[in-house]
C-alpha cells in the first residue's frame, strides 16, 4: 500500500509540473510564430494533445524511475524478488480501457473535429471571395500569378519572385508542378512541397495534378518581420531544393492594392 | 575439429584435405572483381553497346554487379559449402577453429550471428560517420563541408539506407536472432544452416554497394529513392536498387530461417505457451519481414529498369503517388521490424534482471502480433499532405490505435518491475533509457498522427527527430543493451558495469540534448533535406551538431569497451543473471554443440517464484571440460 501512496503522490506532483510547463508553453507560442487562422487551429490541437498527455507520459516516467530507485536489488547478491505475481486483473483492465479511451477521445478531438474544420473551409461556397494565388513549383523556383488582377509572375525590383497577401483575407493557392519555361518536357516535373511554416500547413505539390491549399491571414506580418514568413519547398526535389524559397508579405488591404498596381506597372514595362 | 560442412554431409573428416588457399574474404574479392570486369565488359563492348561506347553503362555496371555479388558469395566459401558439394564432390574444405573461422562462410548459427553483428556494426560507423558528416554540414547555414547540395543529399541517402537496411532491420534479427534463438529454443542448428551461411555474406555485399554508389553518380532521393525524381538522377541510384536489393534478400532469408527454426526446431516441451518473449519478437518481425520485403524488392526491380532499360513503369503509371504509395506499404512495417525486436528485448531482459515473474505474458505477445498486423495499414500516414481528405480520417484513426498494442509492452515491463528486485546493471538501464526514448518517439507520433499536426510538421526537423527517437532511441538503445546482456554468453567474459553505465549515461545525455531540439528545429520551420538553411536557425543547429557528434564518440567508446572486455574481461560463471532462458543453461561461450543432450522444458522460461530451473536435465553437464 505504502508504495501506491508513494508512486500516486509523485505520479500527481510530477503530472501537475508538467501541466504548468505545457501551459506556460501554449500561453507563448508552441508553433513559434503563427499568421493564420489554420495555424491557430492547428496550435491548439497540438496543445490538446500534450495535454492530454501529460498525466500518461508521467505515469511511465514515473513508473520507470520509481521502480528503478525504490525496487533496486541492494548487495552484491542476486536474490529473487520476495513478491511474485502473473497478473494483476483491475490493473490490465484500466490500463486497457485507458488506453482506449484516450485513443477515441484524441480520435475524435482533435483529429475529427479539427479536420471538419478545415474541409468544411475548403467548400467553395464558403471561399466566394478568396484571392487566388496561382502557384507553380518548377525546378527550382517558385512563380506566383494571381489571375485575377492579370499578374503573371509576381517579382520584386530584381525579377525575384515574391509573394504579396492581404491580411484578413481567405487565400486559395493553386497548387501546380511544371515547368513553363520548358512545356515540351513533361517529364520534367517532380513532386515539391508548398509550406509557409508562419501558416501552419503545407500540401505537396503532384506533376499532372492541381491541388488547392486554403489560408486565412490573421496579422500584417512580412518575412522581414519574421523569417517563418516565407515558402519553402519541403519534397525534396533534387540538389537546388534547399534553395526553394520565396519570402512572403502580408499587408493591409490598402498596401496590397497599391502592390498589385505596382506589379502591373512592372508588368506592362 | 572437422568442418560443420562436411558434418552435414556425413563425410569423414580424413577425406578432406586442406589445398593452400587464399583467405577466403580475399578471394571473394578478387573473385567478384574479375566477374565484374568480365561481366561488364561483355556487356558494354559486346553485347549492348552504346553510342560514343562507354565502358560502363547502366546496364553494363548492373550485369556486372550481379556476377560480382554471385563471384563474392562463392569466393567466400559458397563454391566449397555449398555448390561443390550439391554436385556430389566431396568437401575440400575445413573450418578454422580460431579467429578465421569469421571471415569465411559457415553453417555455424552463432558464428554467423557474430558475422551479422559485426557487418551491422561495420554499417553503423559507416553511415555514422556520414551522419558526422552531414551534422558537421549544418553546424553552418552555408555549404562548408559539401561543394554542393548534391553531395549532401548522397550522403543523407547513403546515412538513410545503410543504416536502416543494415542495422535497422539486421542488428537485432540477423545478428542477435541467428545466435541466441537455436539456443533459446534449444536446438543445436538453425532450420537452414547453408542459406543461412549464404545470406549473411550479402549484407557486406550490399553495404560496399550502396557506399560506392557516389562512382555511378549522385542521387538526391534520400532512402526512399523516389520516383519521378530518382528517374532524373544520374546513375547513383542504380547501386542504391541493387545494394538493398542484396541486403534485403539477405533479411529475407534471416525471415525464412528464423521463422522455420521457431516453428521447427523447438526442443520437446517448448509449446506456444512457452516460447520465450525474445523468440516472439523474431517470429513477428520474421512474419513483417517475410510479407513486405518482397514488396519492396518488386518495386525496387521495377525502379532499377526503369534506370536501366528504361522502362518508365513508375513515371508512365498515371499517377506520381504510385512510388510513394508502394515504398510506404513496406516503409511503415519496416519501422516496426526495427522495433519490434527492442519490445521483445525489454520483456526478455527485464524479468531476468529484476528476478520475478514476467507481468501479463499474454498481452506482451497480443502487443507484438497486433502491432505486427496492424503496421499494415497505417502506410498512407507518411502521405498526409498529399492524400485525399477522405482518406485522412481512417488512416489517421489506424495510426492513433496502434499505440493501444504498442503501449502493452510498457504494461508488461511495469508489471514485471513492480516490487521488483531490479539489479541496476548497464543492460538494465540501457532498457529504461530505451523505454523512455521510445515514450517520447510515441508520444511525437500521437502528435503527427493528427492530421491537422501533421500537415505542419510533417518533411521538417520535428520528423527527422521523432523517427531517430524510435530508431536510435529505442532500437540502438536496446541493441547495446543486448551486447551487454549477451556479452557473457558470447564470450564467458563480463563487461565493466562502472564504463557500461558511464557511456550509457553519456548516450542518454548526449542523444537527449541532440535530439529534443531537432523537435524545436522542425517547430520553427527547419525543413528536411537540406544543406543550406535561413541564418535564424543556426545557432541552434550548432548545439544539436555538438551533442550530435558526442553521442557519435559516446556509441565508438561503447563498442570500444565492448571489443576490449570480449578479449579481456573478467571470466564469470556460466549464468551469471540466473536467468531460466534456455540460452544460459549452455555453457558460456557454447562449446562445440550448443546443448550435449537436448533438453526437455517442463515449464515456463519467466517464472522466478522459485528456484526451479525450467529445464528437466542438467544440459552441459556432460559437456567436455575443453570445450570453452
Ligand atoms: C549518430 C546518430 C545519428 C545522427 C546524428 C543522425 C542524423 C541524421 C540527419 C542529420 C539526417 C538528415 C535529416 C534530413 O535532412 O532529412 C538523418 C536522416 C536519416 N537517418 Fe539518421 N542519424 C543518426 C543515426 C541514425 C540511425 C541509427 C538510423 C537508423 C538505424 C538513422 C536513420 C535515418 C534515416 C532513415 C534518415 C532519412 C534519410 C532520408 O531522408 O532519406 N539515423 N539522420
Ligand atoms: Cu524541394
Ligand atoms: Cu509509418
Known amino acids: 500500500m505504502g508504495d501506491i501512496v508513494g508512486f500516486a503522490v509523485a505520479w500527481i506532483v510530477t503530472s501537475a509540473l508538467g501541466e504548468l510547463a505545457v501551459s506556460a508553453v501554449r500561453r507563448g507560442s508552441i508553433y513559434y510564430y503563427t499568421a493564420s487562422n489554420q495555424a491557430l487551429d492547428g496550435e491548439s490541437a497540438f496543445g490538446f494533445i500534450l495535454v492530454m498527455l501529460v498525466p500518461v507520459v508521467a505515469f511511465i516516467v514515473v513508473m520507470l524511475v520509481y521502480n528503478m530507485i525504490r525496487?533496486?536489488?541492494?548487495?552484491?547478491?542476486?536474490?529473487?524478488?520476495?513478491?511474485?505475481?502473473?497478473?494483476?486483473?483491475?490493473f490490465v483492465t484500466v490500463w486497457i480501457a485507458i488506453s482506449v479511451v484516450v485513443n477515441l477521445l484524441f480520435y475524435l478531438h482533435p483529429t475529427a473535429s479539427a479536420l471538419e474544420q478545415m474541409f468544411n473551409g475548403e467548400e467553395a461556397r464558403y471561399n466566394r471571395q478568396d484571392l487566388i494565388v496561382n502557384v507553380t513549383a518548377r525546378q527550382w523556383q517558385w512563380l506566383f500569378n494571381y489571375p485575377q488582377y492579370n499578374i503573371t509572375q509576381a517579382a520584386d525590383a530584381n525579377g525575384n519572385s515574391v509573394m504579396f497577401l492581404p491580411a484578413d483575407r481567405t487565400i486559395k493557392f493553386v497548387l501546380r508542378s511544371y515547368d513553363p519555361f520548358h512545356t515540351y518536357d513533361a517529364s520534367a516535373g517532380v513532386i515539391h512541397g508548398f509550406w509557409v511554416p508562419a501558416f501552419g500547413l503545407k500540401q505537396?505539390?503532384?506533376?499532372?495534378?492541381?491541388?488547392?491549399?486554403?489560408?486565412?491571414?490573421?496579422?500584417?506580418?512580412?518575412?522581414?518581420?519574421?523569417?517563418?514568413?516565407?515558402?519553402?519547398?519541403?519534397?525534396?526535389?533534387?540538389?537546388?531544393?534547399?534553395?526553394?524559397?520565396?519570402?512572403?508579405?502580408?499587408?493591409?488591404?490598402?498596401?496590397?492594392?497599391?502592390?498589385?498596381?505596382?506589379?502591373?506597372?512592372?508588368?506592362?514595362? | 575439429m572437422s568442418s560443420i560442412a562436411t558434418d552435414l554431409?556425413?563425410?569423414?573428416?580424413?577425406?578432406?584435405?586442406?589445398?593452400?588457399?587464399?583467405?577466403?574474404?580475399v578471394r571473394g574479392l578478387i573473385w567478384a572483381l574479375i566477374a565484374f570486369l568480365v561481366f561488364n565488359t561483355l556487356m558494354s563492348e559486346v553485347l549492348d553497346r552504346m553510342p560514343y561506347h562507354p565502358f560502363v553503362t547502366r546496364a553494363s555496371v548492373t550485369v556486372g554487379w550481379v556476377a560480382a555479388v554471385c563471384a563474392w558469395l562463392l569466393g567466400v566459401g559458397v563454391w566449397e559449402g555449398v555448390v561443390r558439394p550439391s554436385f556430389g564432390f566431396p568437401t575440400l574444405w575445413e573450418t578454422p577453429t580460431d579467429w578465421r573461422k569469421y571471415f569465411m562462410y559457415s553453417t555455424?548459427?552463432?558464428?554467423?550471428?557474430?558475422?551479422?553483428?559485426f557487418s551491422s556494426i561495420g554499417g553503423f560507423l559507416i553511415a555514422g560517420f556520414a551522419a558526422m558528416l552531414m551534422r558537421l554540414e549544418l553546424m553552418n547555414q552555408n555549404l562548408w563541408v559539401f561543394s554542393n547540395p548534391g553531395a549532401y543529399l548522397s550522403t543523407v541517402g547513403i546515412h538513410g539506407t545503410v543504416m536502416m537496411f543494415s542495422v535497422g532491420t539486421v542488428g537485432l534479427v540477423g545478428g542477435f536472432g541467428n545466435y541466441l534463438i537455436p539456443l533459446m529454443v534449444g536446438s543445436n542448428k538453425s532450420a537452414f544452416p547453408r542459406m543461412s551461411g549464404v545470406s549473411q555474406w550479402l549484407v557486406p555485399a550490399g553495404i560496399a554497394t550502396v557506399v560506392l554508389s557516389p562512382v555511378l553518380g549522385q542521387w538526391t532521393t534520400g532512402w526512399r529513392g523516389y520516383e519521378p525524381l530518382?528517374?532524373?538522377?544520374?546513375?547513383?541510384?542504380?547501386?542504391?536498387?541493387?545494394?538493398?536489393?542484396?541486403?534485403?534478400?539477405?533479411?529475407?532469408?534471416?525471415?525464412?530461417?528464423?521463422?522455420?527454426?521457431?516453428?521447427?526446431k523447438r526442443a520437446p516441451g517448448l509449446t506456444w505457451n512457452r516460447i520465450p518473449m525474445f523468440a516472439w519478437g523474431m517470429l513477428t518481425v520474421s512474419l513483417l519481414n517475410l510479407i513486405w520485403l518482397p514488396e519492396i524488392q518488386m518495386t525496387?526491380?521495377?525502379?532499377?529498369?526503369?534506370?536501366?532499360?528504361?522502362?518508365?513503369?513508375?513515371?508512365?503509371?498515371?499517377?506520381?503517388?504510385?512510388?510513394?504509395?508502394?515504398?510506404?506499404?513496406?516503409?511503415?512495417?519496416?519501422?516496426?521490424?526495427?522495433?519490434?525486436?527492442?519490445f521483445a528485448l525489454w520483456q526478455e531482459i527485464l524479468p531476468v534482471m529484476g528476478q520475478k515473474s514476467l507481468f501479463a505474458r499474454q498481452w506482451g505477445i497480443i502487443g507484438l502480433v497486433f502491432v505486427m498486423i496492424l503496421s499494415g495499414m497505417v502506410w498512407a500516414h507518411h502521405m498526409f499532405t498529399n492524400m485525399s481528405n477522405s482518406q485522412m480520417l481512417p488512416f489517421s484513426f489506424f495510426t492513433e490505435i496502434i499505440s493501444i498494442p504498442t503501449g502493452f509492452a510498457y504494461l508488461v515491463v511495469i508489471g514485471t518491475l513492480w516490487k521488483a528486485r531490479l539489479r541496476l546493471t548497464t543492460p538494465t538501464l540501457l532498457v529504461l533509457m530505451s523505454m523512455f526514448n521510445f515514450l517520447i518517439g510515441g508520444v511525437t507520433g500521437v502528435l503527427l498522427a493528427d492530421p491537422v499536426v501533421n500537415l505542419q510538421v510533417h518533411d521538417s526537423f520535428f520528423v527527422v527527430a521523432h523517427f531517430h527517437y524510435t530508431i536510435i532511441g529505442a532500437m540502438i538503445f536496446s541493441w547495446f543493451a543486448a551486447f551487454y546482456y549477451w556479452l557473457p554468453k558470447f564470450t564467458g567474459r563480463m563487461y565493466s558495469e562502472r564504463w557500461g553505465k558511464v557511456l550509457s549515461v553519456w548516450i542518454f545525455i548526449a542523444f537527449n540534448v541532440a535530439f529534443l531540439q531537432m523537435f524545436l528545429l522542425g517547430l520553427h520551420g527547419m525543413n528536411?533535406?537540406?544543406?543550406?538553411?535561413?541564418?535564424?536557425?543556426?545557432?541552434?543547429?550548432?548545439?544539436?551538431?555538438?551533442?550530435?557528434i558526442l553521442l557519435g564518440i559516446g556509441f565508438v567508446l561503447h563498442f570500444l569497451h565492448i571489443a576490449w572486455m570480449w578479449r579481456h574481461g573478467p571470466r564469470v560463471e556460466e549464468n551469471p543473471w540466473r536467468s531460466k532462458t534456455l540460452e544460459w543453461q549452455a555453457t558460456s561461450p557454447p562449446g562445440d554443440e550448443n546443448f550435449t543432450t537436448i533438453p526437455t522444458v517442463v515449464r515456463g522460461f519467466y517464472d522466478y517464484s522459485d528456484d526451479r530451473p525450467a529445464v528437466s536435465v542438467d544440459v552441459h553437464a556432460d559437456a567436455p571440460q575443453g570445450a570453452r
Open chain 1, 71 to 90: 525496487f533496486r536489488a541492494r548487495g552484491k547478491e542476486i536474490l529473487r524478488s520476495q513478491a511474485q505475481f502473473y497478473t494483476n486483473k483491475v
Open chain 2, 300 to 342: 525496387f526491380l521495377l525502379g532499377l529498369l526503369g534506370a536501366v532499360i528504361p522502362f518508365p513503369y513508375f513515371t508512365q503509371v498515371g499517377s506520381p503517388l504510385t512510388y510513394l504509395e508502394v515504398f510506404w506499404l513496406f516503409g511503415h512495417p519496416e519501422v516496426y521490424i526495427v522495433v519490434v525486436p527492442a
Open chain 2, 230 to 264: 530518382a528517374s532524373q538522377d544520374p546513375a547513383g541510384i542504380v547501386f542504391y536498387y541493387l545494394g538493398v536489393f542484396a541486403l534485403t534478400t539477405s533479411s529475407l532469408m534471416v525471415a525464412i530461417n528464423l521463422t522455420a527454426t521457431i516453428l521447427f
Open chain 2, 108 to 117: 555455424d548459427h552463432r558464428v554467423i550471428g557474430l558475422q551479422y553483428i
Open chain 1, 204 to 269: 505537396d505539390i503532384i506533376p499532372g495534378e492541381t491541388r488547392y491549399l486554403y489560408i486565412h491571414t490573421n496579422k500584417i506580418t512580412s518575412y522581414d518581420v519574421n523569417p517563418m514568413v516565407r515558402v519553402q519547398c519541403t519534397e525534396v526535389c533534387g540538389p537546388g531544393h534547399p534553395f526553394m524559397e520565396a519570402p512572403v508579405h502580408v499587408v493591409s488591404a490598402a498596401d496590397f492594392q497599391k502592390w498589385i498596381a505596382s506589379q502591373q506597372k512592372q508588368q506592362q514595362s
Open chain 2, 528 to 548: 528536411r533535406w537540406v544543406p543550406v538553411y535561413p541564418a535564424y536557425l543556426q545557432p541552434m543547429n550548432f548545439q544539436v551538431s555538438l551533442f550530435a
Open chain 2, 9 to 25: 554431409l556425413g563425410d569423414s573428416p580424413s577425406q578432406t584435405h586442406r589445398r593452400p588457399m587464399l583467405p577466403p574474404v
